[in-house]
């Protein structure tokens, strides 16, 4: 069984969850409340116009779009490369 390696020296799946920060976690969350209410609204506004079916479906398209658009957001934030160190100069 093979494991990834992360920088903090932790193995396996999701063991790394702690190195990508607040910002990138909550930006995701907030994202994915905002489609969250964008596809309750959609849901309401279609009550009368559309079966049940159909707004289930166009629910479930928002909801996904906001999955994927989250876990994203989560990646490419977790993904940003630490600061290079300048090279240590020699001192004589």
Do not use: C, D, Q
């Not at 063991?15 to 596809?39: E, H, K, P, R, S």
């Not at 658009?69 to 940003?80: P, R």
């Amino acid at each position: 069984m093979n494991f990834v390696l992360f920088e903090n020296g932790s193995a396996g799946i999701g063991a790394g969850i702690g190195t990508v920060g607040g910002a990138g976690l909550v930006a995701g969350v907030v994202f994915f409340l905002i489609f969250v209410v964008v596809a309750y609204v959609a849901f309401r506004m279609l009550k009368r116009t559309a079966k049940l079916a159909i707004r289930m479906s166009i629910v479930g398209i928002i909801l996904l779009v906001a999955s994927i658009g989250t876990v994203l957001i989560w990646w490419s934030a977790a993904s940003v490369s630490k600061t290079a160190h300048p090279p240590a100069s020699r001192t004589r």
